[in-house]
């Protein structure tokens, strides 16, 4: 378990040279954030049986690997059972073992993190907040997802800065890795419509309506048939007494820690000092969060998956806290509690949850 505390140490020295404002010249260094980036590239890729998900992938991979991209084509377009979103189904045909298809969702994962907290306030402070939950249990759980969520990140930067050429790139590519990922890209870059000048017709503006569409198309059905399949089948129990579906029993923990920051921000959006447009997206996913609640009790898998997607808007708001000085206590009171409050959090999912067997021993292969 002890490895899982390095990392932890690592940037709980970082955010305090980044809060004291000295030693800049290490803090503001490229290369170091470089090297640390590549370390939890190799900490998550080069793991082996971590995560609950591990046996389902690597199921996947024996699955999948084989195929030929004709096969992978005619299946996911063609045939009446669709395989897994095309865009894990490539990753996997490519890679030559459980470990390389590991590293590239690893990679997936962590560097647009990485671009997402360089472009906040206080990046190392930003990826602290991230590491204990976001970073351990989703980065090196639910892998497909942890890297959709992850290139959501930076489609929310790109649509606060209205780049949404941009934006439907990564949005395309988040979606072929998972393709619950469309409806969180639509509904932020959808609340920006009405701020959208008149779009010129052009053959570059047509061939990209003609490519959101095929994606539309490919992926909504899909989505909806996962949501019908999880509503009728969740309480179903075998004849052995076996529910097809386990509940999710952290959905409600994740509902907290998305819970508290929204309530920070919904009552002291002012003193935030964001731009309008980042505002917009901060409201709507932080408005989510309320309104997911009583989806936990309805059906806890469906609101987990869901409630993923709003960690991007809880680090980014987590992360300015003790900016605000609110009620005129100092900085450092707020940056030592989020700090302390951190480290709890990793060592009671790591000591006490129900699935930290799952992560506990720490193992990789470099380490054999």
């Known amino acids: 378990m002890i490895y899982y505390f390095i990392p932890f140490i690592i940037l709980t020295i970082l955010s305090s040279l980044e809060f004291s404002k000295r030693f800049d010249f290490l803090i503001n260094n490229k290369f170091l954030y470089f090297l640390l980036a590549l370390l939890f590239i190799i900490f998550i890729g080069f793991r082996y049986e971590i995560g609950c998900d591990w046996d389902q992938y690597k199921g996947m991979f024996e699955k999948y690997n084989s195929l030929r991209l004709v096969e992978i084509i005619t299946s996911n377009f063609f045939a009446k059972i669709k395989l897994q979103e095309l865009g894990h189904i490539l990753i996997t045909s490519i890679s030559q073992n459980i470990y390389i298809l590991n590293l590239i969702y690893s990679a997936l994962f962590i560097l647009p993190l990485f671009y997402f907290c360089s472009q906040l306030k206080r990046t190392y402070f930003s990826l602290l907040i991230s590491y204990p939950y976001y970073i351990i249990v989703v980065g090196m759980g639910p892998i497909r997802q942890a890297a959709s969520i992850s290139l959501f990140m930076v489609s929310i930067l790109l649509v606060s800065k209205r780049k949404y050429y941009k934006h439907i790139f990564f949005t395309i590519i988040s979606s072929l890795l998972h393709q619950s990922s469309i409806l969180f890209n639509g509904l932020i870059l ?74 920070f921000f919904l009552k002291n959006i002012s003193k935030f000092n964001f731009k309008k447009s980042l505002n917009k997206i901060l409201i709507i996913l932080t408005t989510l969060d309320f309104l997911l609640l009583p989806m936990i009790f309805l059906n806890s898998v469906i609101a987990y998956r869901l409630l993923l997607y709003l960690f991007p808007s809880s680090i980014l708001i987590t992360s300015y806290i003790p900016e605000l000085e609110l009620l005129k206590i100092k900085k450092s009171f707020y940056f030592n509690i989020i700090i302390s409050l951190s480290l709890i959090s990793l060592v009671v999912w790591l000591k006490f949850a129900f699935h930290a067997s799952c992560w506990v021993p720490y193992k990789n292969i470099l380490l054999n």
């Open 190 to 263: 959808g609340s920006f419509l009405s701020k959208i000048k008149k779009v010129k017709v052009s053959k570059k503006n047509i061939l990209i309506s003609i490519f959101i569409s095929f994606i539309l198309l490919y992926s909504l059905p899909s989505v909806f048939n996962k949501l019908s399949f999880y509503i009728s089948h969740y309480r179903y129990v075998d004849k052995e007494g076996v529910r097809l579906i386990p509940p999710a029993k952290g959905a409600i923990f994740i509902w907290f820690i998305n819970f508290v920051p929204s309530i």
